[in-house]
């Protein structure tokens, strides 16, 4: 699946795409970040600068607005988890 790369918004010209390609490798990744027993890791970010010349950067696909296939519940910017 191609991901577009988004600016980062504290500049520098660095792009992120998401990498769903990560997770498989979840046991390598629980080794160095604190996850939690009942995480789950879906995905990762890459972080760089974006290749505007190379073909796969180019394309352009519709999309439809996140509203109108997800909501989120539980992510109150006061809530902290604590594994």
Same mark, same amino acid.
């Given at each position: 699946?191609?991901?577009?790369?988004a600016?980062v918004?504290?500049?520098?010209?660095?792009?992120?795409?998401?990498?769903?390609?990560?997770a498989?490798?979840?046991?390598v990744?629980r080794?160095?970040l604190? /996850?939690? *027993?009942d995480?789950?890791?879906?995905c990762?970010i890459a972080l760089?600068?974006e %290749?505007t010349? &190379?073909p796969?950067?180019r394309? /352009?696909t *519709?999309?439809q607005?996140?509203?109108?296939?997800a909501?989120?519940?539980?992510? %109150?910017?006061? &809530?902290?988890r604590?594994?």
């Amino acid at each position: 699946m191609h991901q577009h790369p988004a600016p980062v918004e504290a500049g520098q010209g660095l792009h992120t795409c998401v990498q769903a390609a990560f997770a498989p490798f979840h046991a390598v990744v629980r080794r160095h970040l604190p /996850l939690c *027993e009942d995480d789950i890791l879906v995905c990762g970010i890459a972080l760089g600068y974006e %290749d505007t010349q &190379a073909p796969e950067n180019r394309l /352009l696909t *519709e999309r439809q607005p996140v509203e109108e296939f997800a909501s989120f519940h539980g992510f %109150d910017a006061a &809530a902290e988890r604590v594994c």
